[in-house]
């Protein structure tokens, strides 16, 4: 048997597929470690976290946090022509003010009454829009303004009863807008 002689190019390239075989080895033990790391599931415990959720009844009324604006007060907004007719009145320090006066529409069996929040408002003219567009496809609503004036809560009712609300809601629905029903 002859001796086989390995030129250098052999070599040379027998030491590049050892370096690439060793790379291909590290990146594997790498991946191994890194990605259960990364893609590790489990919610670190961050502690006790007491969450309190107050009932609709019990709940205190609306008061805004934001301090009011430079500009009008939205108590002061002019009411679009095709809404219904307002008796203005007189904020009362320490309550949200009700700029329009809501129809009387009590449950007499539950004494309850059902209102369809559209939007709280901080700018007059988006309160006039809206009043404007639910105007147009007849529903009638008023707004409430808090304390400050600040912010403008646009709401359609009262309903005597949730089934009325919630019918009142899909008419709104095909106007192109949506609301919450709520008890008032």
């Known amino acids: 048997m002859a001796k086989q002689t390995v030129s250098e190019e052999e070599i040379h390239l027998r030491k590049r597929a050892r370096r690439r075989l060793v790379g291909a080895i590290a990146l594997v033990i790498l991946a191994a470690i890194l990605l259960p790391m990364v893609f590790d599931d489990q919610v670190k415990p961050v502690g006790n976290v007491e969450i309190q959720i107050q009932d609709e009844k019990t709940a205190p009324p609306f008061e805004s946090k934001i301090p009011p604006a430079a500009s009008a007060p939205a108590a002061s907004l002019p009411v679009a022509a095709e809404s219904a007719p307002a008796a203005e009145k007189p904020p009362v320090a320490g309550k949200p003010a009700a700029t329009e006066e809501k129809p009387a529409a009590r449950n007499p069996v539950s004494g309850q009454e059902f209102v369809v929040q559209l939007g709280v ?16 496809a007849g529903i009638e609503t008023y707004i409430e303004s808090n304390a400050a004036g600040a912010q403008t809560r646009v709401r359609a009712g009262p309903y005597p009863s949730r089934a009325a609300a919630e019918n009142a809601r899909r008419k709104i629905l095909k106007s192109g807008l949506d609301g919450v029903v709520e008890n008032r």
């Open 121 to 136: 408002f901080s700018n007059a003219s988006n309160v006039r829009d809206l009043r404007s567009k639910l105007s147009a």
